[in-house]
């Protein structure tokens, strides 16, 4: 495990995200995933995901559940909502506070915080609609819903992965301002941001790869049997 991330260290929140703890000494992928009761087929897909940008036009999708696919999902959002934007936040006041008379860091916190207010609204869609749908579609056997409950929520879902796509463009462009335009003495504080910045912008590229090739099919797969 220990060589994964030395090849990877961008897998560190992904582990963390699959529940796995620092620690593991030299144990194996394998003998972590027995312990931890992970699926190793949705392990391997994860990090290989993350690690190689072509890894779902040239692989297999090997068949998931639908909670475990969710699970990791979820605990995504946790780490972007508990580490990634407070992190972001206090950086972004901090430079705020320093140029207090600067109107391009009154812009940029309030560009900052429109970003932030999309992706949360987002995630609650997600977290809400997206996932009980996904789960209720594997469960409607046991459920009491009909089709047409089924097919006016399928409606609201279509498009909710480009909410992603717009997400990533607005961290682009905030990094863009920040690399263009925004000029201070000491850029150590700007360049903290940017490469936070970066590396949320890569981590919402791979969860929105990973919707789009597991999750949105899973939908498709389900729906399929329903409708």
């Not at 206090?90 to 008379?101: D, K, M, P, Y």
């Not at 992965?161 to 700007?190: E, G």
């Not at 940017?194 to 990973?210: A, T």
Request: hydrophobic content about 40%; some cysteine; glycine content about 2%.
């Amino acid at each position: 495990m220990c060589e994964v991330i030395h090849a990877n260290y961008h897998l560190l929140s992904v582990i963390n995200s699959l529940g796995i703890k620092l620690g593991f000494g030299d144990k194996t992928i394998q003998s972590i995933c027995i312990q931890d009761g992970l699926d190793i087929d949705f392990f391997l897909m994860v990090i290989n995901a993350y690690t190689f940008p072509e890894y779902f036009s040239n692989n297999t999708i090997p068949a998931i559940e639908p909670k475990t696919l969710i699970e990791y999902l979820q605990n995504t959002h946790k780490y972007y909502l508990k580490a990634i934007l407070p992190a972001l936040n206090e950086l972004i006041n901090q430079l705020t506070v320093s140029h207090a008379q600067s109107t391009k860091s009154t812009l940029i916190q309030r560009f900052y915080k429109d970003c932030v207010k999309d992706f949360t609204n987002h995630i609650e869609f997600e977290e809400q609609v997206v996932y009980p749908y996904i789960v209720e579609l594997a469960n409607f056997e046991k459920s009491n819903k009909s089709k047409e409950d089924f097919t006016e929520i399928s409606s609201k879902i279509l498009d909710f992965n480009k909410k992603h796509v717009d997400i990533v463009s607005k961290l682009f462009d905030l990094k863009n301002i920040l690399l263009k335009y925004f000029s201070a003495p000491d850029d150590d504080l700007v360049i903290h941001i940017l490469f936070l910045l970066f590396r949320f912008e890569k981590d919402l590229l791979e969860h929105s790869r990973l919707e789009d090739f597991v999750l949105i099919p899973k939908i498709a797969e389900l729906e399929q049997k329903i409708f």
